[in-house]
């Protein structure tokens, strides 16, 4: 079975621009989350997808913004790129909606804004 | 606010024993979880507790204490390949997960 493939592996932005990350959980599995991560330090929580609802999110700006489609799959966009935004984007999928269960990660997706 | 501490990196002898420590102040507990990364790839699952004690799988053991907001991981029989950054996470009260920094673990010959 496939694990949580995440598209694109790496991107290269500039100020201003926008980002779509796209992200195909485990097979079965309904629960999505996003996670930041900075080199150098631990992921930081964006969003949690449950059923296609949000169930959570964390403290990002608005220029951030998820949803999940009826496949279950998830797209992250993330407007009016910063150089802050530099970072490991991390998807993780679960079989439970309340993040009890463990969590599968993606390979990440790799952003450098210029 | 809600805080995780870990030590940014500890140093240890192949085939000997290393002991990593986590603290947390957060919103609510649900669960602790360590995670295991390799520089250049995602984390992987090594072990979840939400009752006090000691949980073994192998080589790995994982220790809680609710009342002391403490978390170890303890490795056995160090091998070069665990080398790697050691993250901890809890379980919030929103089902949040807030992870800690990472332990970056170097393993000598």
């Known amino acids: 079975d496939a694990g949580v493939t995440q598209s694109p592996t790496h991107l290269i932005k500039t100020r201003g621009q926008h980002v779509t990350l796209r992200c195909s959980p485990i097979?079965?599995?309904?629960?999505v989350s996003w996670y930041q991560q900075v080199l150098g330090q631990g992921p930081q929580f964006i969003f949690q997808?449950?059923?296609?609802?949000?169930?959570g999110r964390g403290n990002f700006p608005d220029r951030f913004s998820a949803r999940q489609f009826p496949n279950y799959s998830s797209e992250l966009n993330v407007n009016a790129l910063l150089l802050g935004d530099s970072a490991l984007y991390l998807c993780?999928?679960?079989?439970?909606?309340?993040?009890?269960?463990?969590?599968?990660f993606g390979e990440g997706s790799r952003l450098t804004v210029l | 606010g809600q805080n995780i501490d870990q030590p940014t990196e500890m140093t240890a002898t192949e085939g000997a024993i290393v002991q990593i420590n986590c603290t947390y102040q957060?919103?609510?507990?649900?669960?602790l979880f360590w995670y295991q990364q390799h520089a250049g790839e995602a984390p992987t699952f090594l072990s979840y507790?939400?009752l006090d004690g000691l949980e073994e799988k192998g080589r790995f053991s994982s220790f809680l204490s609710r009342s002391k907001g403490y978390s170890y991981l303890l490795l056995k029989e160090l091998q070069m390949k665990d080398s790697a950054s050691y993250l901890c996470?809890?379980?919030?009260?929103?089902?949040?997960?807030?992870w800690g920094a990472g332990t970056k673990l170097i393993i000598k010959p």
């Open positions: 097979s079965g599995h309904k629960s």
């Open positions: 996470a809890v379980l919030d009260s929103n089902y949040q997960l807030i």
């Open positions: 957060t919103s609510g507990f649900n669960g």
């Open positions: 997808y449950y059923e296609k609802e949000e169930r």
């Open positions: 993780a999928s679960s079989s439970e909606d309340d993040s009890i269960g463990e969590l599968f």
């Open positions: 507790n939400v």
